[in-house]
């Protein structure tokens, strides 16, 4: 006695013809709309990433680490939902990259870190610029970086020139978000004022910032 298979394979093979046109109709249809989906190296996804950067020109990463990642990691680490905290010294400038669990509200979470954030704000040295805090996706990744070196320019003057001279030129290229310049050295001026002198002006002065030499 022959055993009689039943299901879609059975089906295909009793119905040849039947099956070689719906394969057809199925691969038509494919070539037909295969051109219209839309397609995109980096699509618009929302992650549950957020990135701190706060800037302190002209300081050292070892006094950056000390005196900005740590105090950060330290107070955005109670953030609910956090999964992964990692953070980043660099000559004149800290990364804190806040990594959420999945599902995670990404709206919620910049609130609540940037709650966080202000809380931190009052162990931060003065001279720092306004941190800024901003939601992370795959386009706003630098699709270009340069270095730039010179055997007749201080470190000082090169990137004053890259600053002032070089930027300028950039964003006029069609098609240029926004540039970042870091590294090199920055000029500073340091002023020692005699207390005396500057009392008897009757000048007012922001006393954090200045040492007065008795």
């Known amino acids: ?8 394979s059975s089906w295909a093979v009793d ?17 037909l709309f295969s051109g219209r989906l839309p397609l995109s190296l980096l699509p618009e996804v929302a992650y549950p ?15 950056i680490e000390e005196q900005l990642t740590r105090v950060l990691e330290k107070n955005l680490s109670a953030t609910e939902n956090l999964a992964e905290l990692h953070g980043r010294a660099s000559e004149g400038r800290t990364y804190i990259e806040m990594f959420f669990e999945v599902g995670t509200d990404i709206d919620i979470a910049l ?7 202000e809380r931190a704000r009052a ?6 610029d306004p ?6 996706d795959p386009s706003q990744t630098p699709i270009f970086e340069m270095a730039f070196s010179s055997p007749v320019r201080s470190p000082i003057e090169l990137r004053d020139w890259v600053q002032q001279r ?30 005396k002198t500057v009392t008897g002006m009757h000048a007012r002065w922001p006393t954090p910032s200045l040492h007065f030499p008795m």
């Open 49 to 63: 990433h957020i990135r701190v950067v706060v800037n302190y020109p002209g300081v050292t990463p070892e006094v």
């Open 111 to 117: 609130q609540d870190a940037a709650r966080q954030l």
């Open 15 to 31: 119905h040849p013809i039947g099956t070689m046109s719906l394969a057809t109709v199925l691969i038509i249809l494919g070539i």
């Open 166 to 195: 070089l930027l300028p030129q950039l964003l006029t290229v069609p098609g240029t978000g926004t540039i970042e310049v870091a590294g090199g050295k920055e000029q500073n001026m340091m002023c020692w004022l005699v207390l």
């Open 123 to 128: 162990e931060l040295p003065p001279g720092i």
């Open 1 to 8: 006695m022959q055993k009689k298979f039943s299901g879609i």
């Open 131 to 136: 941190p800024r805090l901003m939601k992370m």
